[in-house]
């Protein structure tokens, strides 16, 4: 039997990470969870993860950052990111996107969006939803 994907959601609102990381363990995910930025770098060295799910807006390291530090790393650089974000002003998605990141979406973030979006992401699919 195959584990479970392990996806790393990194997001400093305590409440999203936890909505996050319960909709996902509902779909049969293994979930670890980071407040901000340095301390998801270092979980995605140690853990490994399948997925990383990426706030924008965060202290100490802003998201796009952390994605610019991940693609800089041998270690990190092909595991996709997906980004959440509240930012749904058409410069700053595109700016995002051009980042060669999997997928954005918009909080709030629905269950069903959530599940397709992950496994779309997981099974490899290049084509960015916004």
Same mark, same amino acid.
């Given at each position: 039997?195959? =584990?479970?994907? +392990?996806?790393?959601?990194?997001?400093?609102? /305590?409440?999203?990470?936890?909505?996050?990381?319960?909709?996902?363990?509902?779909?049969?995910?293994?979930?670890?969870?980071?407040?901000?930025?340095?301390?998801?770098? /270092?979980? /995605?060295?140690?853990? +490994?993860?399948?997925?990383?799910?990426?706030?924008?807006?965060?202290?100490?390291?802003?998201?796009?950052? @952390?994605?610019?530090?991940? %693609?800089?790393?041998?270690?990190?650089?092909?595991? =996709?990111?997906? @980004?959440?974000?509240?930012?749904? %002003?058409?410069?700053?998605?595109?700016?995002?996107? %051009?980042? +060669? @990141?999997?997928?954005?979406?918009? +909080?709030?973030?629905?269950?069903?969006?959530?599940? %397709?979006? @992950?496994? /779309?992401?997981?099974?490899?699919?290049?084509?960015?939803?916004?």
């Amino acid at each position: 039997m195959n =584990p479970s994907p +392990k996806i790393l959601v990194v997001e400093d609102n /305590a409440l999203m990470r936890e909505t996050l990381k319960r909709m996902l363990e509902i779909e049969g995910y293994t979930v670890i969870e980071a407040e901000d930025g340095p301390s998801g770098i /270092a979980l /995605a060295r140690t853990e +490994k993860p399948d997925l990383v799910m990426l706030d924008i807006m965060m202290p100490y390291m802003t998201g796009t950052e @952390v994605i610019s530090y991940m %693609q800089s790393d041998p270690l990190l650089d092909a595991i =996709p990111i997906i @980004v959440l974000s509240a930012i749904n %002003q058409p410069k700053q998605v595109l700016k995002v996107l %051009q980042l +060669k @990141v999997r997928d954005y979406l918009l +909080k709030p973030i629905d269950h069903i969006t959530l599940r %397709q979006r @992950v496994q /779309a992401a997981l099974n490899g699919n290049t084509e960015i939803h916004s």
